[in-house]
């Protein structure tokens, strides 16, 4: 068991299939984080059910239960405070959080998102990739700003774009780079490796060649392309 593991609380809003991805990750003896606890704004999001499963403490808190955002945001500081989250991971959470709430969070609350920061913020990624005709896609894990998917970049994985890709398969194949970035990222962060400082990433390179697990970007190979896209449900914001 790490010592030093760090506190971290992930908010959802719905698969939570990278929320999984980290709790796995957790179970290792030298990963440098204990999953405290998960928090949803949405009742009928399928990763409580996942994090019950897991036996990790899973929170329902409900924007409509709120007068404002302001409000809302608070509770779910409230939340994390009594999980003691050190820090937090956005995974699939669809909600805009609100600047103060940010600003408190800033350097210690981390997100993933579909595609290669900066292009594609926002929603439909895949699609709008494919629109694009981009041969290489993937995912990022950024520190959360104020700016919507465009805090400073952390770590990300490529892959390919194929010709015969549909929405589907492109999603399938960036979800499961992923689950094999997330963990990696959030490793970094909490070991100090990478950190947020004056607005940019300072990425901590020492032991990276022994660790060869954190680098900062993954190509998955082609051959071991093996994603069965009709096993991932698709996701619905
Ligand atoms: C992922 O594609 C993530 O990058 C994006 O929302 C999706 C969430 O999927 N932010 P899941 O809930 O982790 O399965």
């Not at 009594?82 to 609100?98: K, S, W």
């Not at 408190?104 to 595609?115: D, L, T, V």
């Not at 780079?177 to 990478?194: F, I, N, S, T």
Request: charge should be negative; aromatic fraction near 4%; include cysteine.
């Amino acid at each position: 068991m790490n010592a030093k593991r760090k506190r971290v609380a992930i908010l959802i809003s719905g698969r939570g299939s990278n929320m999984s991805a980290l709790i796995a990750a957790s179970r290792e003896a030298d990963y440098p984080a204990t999953i405290v606890g998960v928090i949803s704004d949405r009742p009928d999001a399928a990763g409580l059910r996942a994090a019950e499963a897991a036996g990790i403490a899973a929170v329902v808190v409900e924007r409509r239960s709120f007068a404002d955002r302001q409000a809302h945001d608070a509770a779910i500081d409230a939340t994390l405070a009594g999980f003691g989250a050190e820090i937090v991971a956005l995974a699939g959470y669809m909600r805009l959080l609100g600047a103060d709430f940010v600003q408190r969070w800033q350097g210690r609350m981390i997100n993933i998102h579909p595609s290669l920061l900066p292009g594609f913020k926002g929603l439909d990624t895949h699609r709008r990739a494919l629109d694009a005709g981009v041969r290489i896609h993937g995912c990022s894990v950024h520190f959360v700003t104020a700016d919507m998917d465009g805090g400073p970049l952390i770590a990300q994985a490529a892959v390919p774009v194929l010709a015969d890709d549909t929405e589907d398969s492109l999603a399938a194949r960036v979800l499961k780079a992923e689950h094999k970035l997330y963990p990696q990222a959030l490793a970094m962060v909490c070991e100090g490796r990478a950190a947020m400082e004056q607005g940019r990433t300072l990425i901590d390179a020492r032991g990276m060649v022994e660790r060869n697990a954190a680098q900062v970007l993954f190509a998955p190979d082609l051959a071991e392309e093996s994603v069965n896209i009709e096993d991932l449900a698709r996701f619905t914001p």
